[in-house]
């Protein structure tokens, strides 16, 4: 069984799955850095200083020290049920500033690669090749 085992994970395809996935969540800790650190501070400067990850309903009870509190994530800590809708709206962002990155990158690759529908140039059909066809042809004409 280690031995299968062994096999399967020495496979291309499977070490290169946990290649991509080690990367992807690497570049996907850099897109979320982008989004929260840069991107979402300027669209909340541009629409009058928002942030919008306290855009959020309270909606259950909340305790006592935390009356009156702005805090969303010292609301959702201590157990606060939150509709946190600005925190979906910044993760929406950054899974649309990911997709677009992903999307240039394979559009990217595309271009870099050759075409399926392009065939290599052949090279001329040999001489003995281009007599044969010809008898062909004519012994076709003459059975006819």
């Given at each position: 069984m280690f031995k299968e085992f062994k096999a399967f994970i020495a496979r291309g395809n499977v070490l290169d799955l946990a290649v991509a996935v080690i990367i992807g969540a690497a570049f996907g800790k850099i897109?979320?850095?982008?989004?929260d650190d840069v991107i979402m501070p300027v669209i909340g400067k541009i629409f009058g200083g928002l942030d919008f990850s306290s855009y959020f309903i309270v909606?259950?009870?909340v305790p006592e020290a935390l009356a009156?509190?702005?805090?969303?994530?010292?609301l959702k800590k201590a157990g606060v049920p939150v509709f946190g809708y600005g925190a979906f709206i910044t993760s929406a962002v950054n899974f649309l500033i990911l997709a677009f990155i992903i999307f240039m990158l394979i559009r990217a690759v595309t271009k870099l690669m050759p075409k399926a529908d392009e065939a290599p140039v052949d090279a001329p059909e040999p001489a003995d090749v281009a007599l044969l066809r010809e008898i062909r042809d004519e012994l076709k004409k003459k059975s006819v």
């Open positions: 897109v979320t850095s982008l989004t909606l259950g009870k009156g509190s702005s805090d969303y994530a010292a």
